[in-house]
């Protein structure tokens, strides 16, 4: 299983949030922290403010900050929003697929793959506040 560009960095913007959450940050800010492109994390922003993951401000004092708290955002949940398709194969197209069991290993192997991110919260990834603040080049983690 491979997630795309799109779901790691939203998954990163969601951390670099969680790390200071009492502060609005900058998409400026955070692609300078994770050396990604500012143009890439305006569209990931924009698809976690519909999911409402984050809440934007315009203007000066304006960025983005969390819109739930980071116990409440389940991994799990935030690879299904970001994710186009979790097919692992197009098996649909495959003329063997009524008779072939690889259909049914896979979806049983992304079910399991699943479970497991879905035990995770985005509390529990900033475990490490501190640290993470430090790699970040947060001044403080709240």
């Given amino acids: 299983m491979r997630l795309t560009r ?3 960095y939203a998954l990163r913007v969601l951390t670099h949030l969680a790390v200071h959450p009492q502060n609005f940050s900058s998409i400026a800010e955070i692609s300078a922290a994770f050396g ?3 143009n890439h ?3 990931v922003v924009q698809r976690l403010a519909a999911l409402g993951y984050v809440e ?3 203007g000066r004092n304006g960025g983005l900050r969390l819109a739930r708290d980071p116990g409440d ?3 799990g949940s935030v690879v299904r929003e970001t994710e186009e398709s979790l097919d692992l194969v197009d098996c649909g197209s495959c003329v063997i697929a009524p008779a072939c069991g690889l259909t049914g290993a896979l979806d049983e192997a992304l079910a399991a793959f699943m479970a497991v991110l879905d ?3 985005l ?3 900033i475990g490490r506040r501190k640290r993470l603040a430090s790699l970040l080049g947060l001044r403080e983690a709240r």
């Fill in 56 to 58: 934007t401000t315009r």
């Fill in 123 to 125: 509390a529990d990834l």
């Fill in 119 to 121: 035990r995770y919260t």
């Fill in 73 to 75: 955002i389940r991994v």
């Fill in 6 to 8: 799109h779901t790691d």
């Fill in 36 to 38: 990604i492109s500012q």
């Fill in 41 to 43: 994390l305006m569209k």
